[in-house]
């Protein structure tokens, strides 16, 4: 698309604009300023461009200068303004969503440990419920085994007599 002499002005172009030249450093500002290339820089190029060269139409020279800075490994300025800015908003975004995310979490637990308490509790009341049913039914299974009643206690057994010394010869 474009010929050995447009590279050739193009390089003049940054020469001039490394030495100094005021017309060349303005046209590299504005090139590197904005994606879009306007009818005036355009102007200001054609001095830089070989005799009989016309200038090239504004959007093929923003395409040629996109593909020039990234072939030369180049971030525009304005390029990298706009990255640095969208970089910041979504670095705020990501800030806010993380401390959004620490408080949900935080809710969460301790609506977990609500909840793990509600069940530790519910598990007691049924676990004192069941173990006090069951001593009901002790109570009430007890004197039927034994033939006793709860509230009697329970009697000693008789203990056989012994034989004592002055116990010898004699009949009862």
Do not use: C
Not at 93 to 104: D, F, G, V
Not at 107 to 133: C, H, I, P
Not at 137 to 148: A, E, F, L, R, V
Not at 165 to 170: Q, S, V
């Amino acid at each position: 698309m474009f010929t050995p002499k447009m590279m050739e002005a193009w390089f003049n172009l940054m020469s001039e604009a490394m030495r100094g030249s005021g017309d060349a450093q303005q046209i590299m500002k504005n090139l590197s300023s904005t994606t879009n290339v306007s009818e005036e820089t355009l102007r200001m190029m054609a001095r830089f461009m070989p005799p009989g060269m016309m200038p090239m139409q504004p959007e093929a020279m923003s395409d040629w200068l996109e593909e020039w800075w990234r072939m030369m490994g180049v971030v525009p300025r304005h390029r990298y303004l706009e990255l640095l800015e969208r970089y910041e908003l979504l670095r705020s975004r990501l800030e806010e969503s993380e401390k959004t995310s620490r408080r949900l979490q935080s809710m969460l637990g301790e609506k977990r440990q609500e909840e793990a308490q509600k069940v530790l509790d519910f598990w007691g009341n049924t676990l004192e419920e069941t173990l006090k049913s069951q001593n009901e039914w002790m109570q009430m299974w007890m004197p039927k085994t034994t033939g006793s009643s709860s509230t009697a206690e329970p009697e000693e057994p008789e203990s056989p007599p012994t034989k004592g010394k002055g116990d010898k010869g004699k009949k009862s």
